[in-house]
RNA sequence: GCGCCUGUAGCUCAGUUGGAUAGAGUGUUGGCCUCCGAAGCCAAAGGUCACAGGUUCAAAUCCUGUCAGGCGCGCCA
């Protein structure tokens, strides 16, 4: 509808344009929305007050020479000029419900559209280091990428979705070391456990997988090894006891233990998204990225063309060539790579993968970040545009009116998995994608998990549940409902009948600039706003009992919106139920 | 100190990139089931869009400044 509107109103400017009215490099582009109040039409556009200033005319009378070289067309009803300019369209009734017979053929299909005409894009989100459970903050970036993923699919983008495994460098050391230690005390040494080693009852677990298989293989004396590797700075003693592991068990002994716990970890993060319904295209290792030697030949790449150097020991980025503070490490003193090595190797590799659009999901802490890997970027000759960072912010949850308490450092957090087992999988999908994904969250619990009506998911699931109720009711009552199709939608005359179909005529463009803005939440406004019309209209009118013409139209209208609360839905991961 | 983000109804937040009388949920108040699902609907009340300037036919939206809050400024990731 509205591309038909936009059509005839650009030939209509098209026109002027040729008849000297409207300067020619102007665009000929018309934009129109939805006004608010109903006295102002279905649709308006305020072409004529953008373009009167160039055409040297006053608006009014602009609107009145665009509307008089308008083609004419079956499914306008009247135009009508008002306050400064605007021109007012009004529709004819009948071509408000064509959407319905749309909606039910597309079904699935419908919303979808070829705005981002198969550009290449991939998104990469949760990233979450190894290291122990994901916990609510990644499962906000979860429920964000992944809502951003289908959105953007639906609009017509070519997505792929990628997990970034940090699999190397120092916190895969701690990691082993936390596990042997852990183990030892599980072959019954007695001692301090370090402070800055992972201290979740998770690594007892993984060092409990290693006893239970190796016995007491890897045990040594604890007061020797602590002793091997003490020093008073408590980080420094931390890699010396990376030494230790590696230099008393052997390489093999410390793959056991790092293997052991990454595919432990590894797994358990699957398994968890998983259940999220959040599933990945791939799942990429750091550890590759120098395997294959990747790492290297970027750096190479970036020291040929100069953008780096050496200083004091360590290679250093030109970073602050490509606006940022300073100039950053890449290589450190020790010779061990930094975490922005690899990430200058990895998102390299992305780009010479063909993807022609990289999406970043990142939490809010790292902005700082994003200079510098879009300066790698740029010095190696990909466009810094097409690399996107979707900064989210982290979620306050709050119980009884009080927060609760997290800090990740003591290992004091709320994991994802606790958080479905409490307020399910839904709810908390559709609290996630109900924020701006950069604002704060305030996450109530009490009100996530209350199967009451101050639930919003359950308030847009039971518009779904609620009219597929109906088609229930249909059947026991064995009203023929194959015949939609045909159904005669002139007799759709009340006002709550035209809303609703309006808004249901409404939803390829919402999702069209969800996906453009990467801004999924917008689905949740709408789907509310859908749920609404649809209460309404229920409540005033009823279906089953009308009579049979009328019935079948009203049910093709129902069914239509099933189909698109299902549809919005399905976007942003939530099941929509048929029974609540 | 510098950089980024934010300030909209009592509370939590939207606001289609500059449009017409600023919206929703929640909370408060009052109505609506003899009828297809009341986990619903309708109505009322609630605002100096942080503040002050500027840009123009038009500003919550854009530019400048002030105030307030958050985050970041490692050879951590």
């Not at 459970?133 to 970036?141: A, K, N, Q, T």
């Not at 700075?233 to 990376?242: H, K, W």
């Not at 706003?529 to 079948?552: I, M, Q």
Request: glycine fraction near 6%; charged fraction near 25%.
């Amino acid at each position: 509808m509205i591309t038909h509107l936009q059509e005839n109103f650009s030939r209509a400017i098209q026109e002027l344009k040729q008849a000297g009215v409207i300067p020619n490099e102007l665009p000929t582009e018309v934009k129109f929305d939805r006004p608010r109040q109903k006295s102002h039409g279905d649709m308006a556009t305020n072409v004529a007050l953008g373009l009167a200033k160039a055409a040297k005319r006053n608006p009014r009378d602009l609107a009145q020479l665009i509307i008089a070289a308008l083609p004419p067309s079956d499914r306008v009803e009247k135009l009508e000029i008002a306050g400064p300019g605007f021109i007012n369209v009004f529709l004819k009734p009948a071509s408000q419900f064509e959407i319905l017979k749309t909606i039910r053929e597309q079904a699935q299909y419908y919303g979808n559209s070829d705005t981002g005409q198969g550009e290449t894009v991939l998104i990469e989100f949760v990233s979450a280091n190894p290291t122990g459970p994901l916990h609510v903050g990644h499962g906000r970036g979860a429920a964000y990428g992944d809502a951003l993923a289908r959105v953007m699919r639906r609009a017509g983008y070519s997505v792929q979705t990628e997990y970034y495994v940090n699999d190397a460098g120092r916190q895969m050391d701690i990691l082993a070391v936390s596990v042997w230690l852990r183990y030892l005390e599980l072959c019954g040494e007695k001692f301090e456990f370090p402070d800055n080693c992972y201290k979740g009852d998770y690594i007892w677990d993984i060092a409990a997988t290693v006893h239970r298989e190796q016995g007491d293989r890897y045990r040594h004396p604890a007061k020797d090894v602590l002793q091997e590797a003490s020093s008073p700075d408590p980080e420094q003693s931390l890699d010396m006891l990376t030494g230790t592991l590696r230099s008393r068990l052997g390489t093999d002994g410390f793959e056991r233990f790092l293997r052991t716990a990454l595919n432990t970890l590894v797994d358990d993060i699957k398994s968890d998204l998983s259940e999220f319904r959040v599933e990945f295209d791939r799942w990429f290792s750091e550890q590759s990225l120098y395997d294959g030697k990747t790492v290297e030949q970027t750096i190479d790449k970036l020291r040929s063309a100069d953008h780096i150097y050496k200083k004091d020991g360590a290679l250093w980025f030109r970073a602050s060539a490509f606006g940022d503070e300073k100039d950053r490490v890449v290589v450190r003193e020790n010779g061990v790579p930094t975490y922005f090595a690899s990430d200058i190797a990895y998102h390299h590799d992305k780009f010479t993968r063909g993807f022609h659009k990289l999406i970043d999901v990142w939490g809010a802490d790292h902005h700082g970040y994003i200079v510098r890997v879009k300066g790698t970027l740029e010095a190696l000759d990909h466009s810094p545009e097409n690399f996107i960072v979707a900064l989210v912010q982290f979620a306050t949850l709050y119980r009884g009116g009080e927060k609760v308490s997290m800090s990740t450092r003591s290992g004091e957090f709320v994991t994802l998995r606790e958080l479905r087992q409490e307020v399910g999988t839904d709810a908390a999908r559709f609290f996630y994608a109900q924020r701006k994904s950069d604002q704060h969250l305030d996450f109530d619990l009490d009100l996530a998990k209350s199967r009451s009506n101050d639930n919003p998911v359950y308030y847009v699931q039971y518009a779904h549940a609620r009219v597929s109720s109906v088609f229930r009711q249909a059947k026991e009552r064995n009203i023929d409902t194959s015949g939609l199709d045909s159904a005669n939608l002139d007799l759709l005359v009340e006002e709550s009948e035209k809303e609703l179909a309006r808004v249901l005529s409404d939803f390829p463009e919402t999702v069209a600039a969800a996906a453009r803005k990467l801004e999924p939440h917008h689905i949740v406004y709408y789907l509310r706003e859908v749920a609404n019309r649809l209460h309404t209209y229920y409540n005033a009118h009823n279906v089953l009992g009308a009579v049979k013409d009328l019935r079948s139209a009203r049910l093709c209208l129902l069914d239509a919106t099933r189909q698109v609360v299902a549809n919005g839905l399905d976007v942003l991961g939530v099941s929509a139920p048929e029974k609540m």
